[in-house]
């Protein structure tokens, strides 16, 4: 059908918290420029996902992004949606 969407949810939980979206990222990031390239290129997709995850939960969770090799590093990331 037209309009229609599909994607996977890599982690969706509740915790005493409240329920949190996380999104694994596996990128080789290089630099602080590829970093903000690579987040204004995952936003689109994580808005629709807290927006699906809002509609089946009636809550909005928190939005988590996990950049698994930023040089090297692992890099989690809390401002989404």
């Known amino acids: 059908p037209q309009g229609v969407?599909?994607?996977?949810?890599?982690a969706l939980f509740e915790?005493?918290?409240g329920w949190t979206l996380v999104?694994?990222?596996t990128d080789h990031v290089r630099d602080a420029a590829?970093?903000?390239?690579?987040?204004a290129e995952y936003a689109p997709q994580v808005a629709?996902?807290?927006?699906?995850a809002e509609?089946?939960?009636?809550a909005r969770?928190?939005?988590?992004?996990?950049f698994l090799n930023v040089d090297g590093a692992v890099r989690?990331?809390?401002r989404w949606g």
């Open 23 to 25: 999104e694994f990222k």
């Open 5 to 10: 969407e599909q994607g996977v949810m890599d």
């Open 34 to 39: 590829h970093l903000e390239r690579l987040r």
């Open 55 to 58: 509609q089946l939960l009636g």
């Open 76 to 78: 989690v990331e809390e």
């Open 15 to 17: 915790s005493a918290a």
């Open 48 to 52: 629709r996902y807290l927006a699906a």
């Open 61 to 66: 969770p928190r939005a988590v992004v996990c």
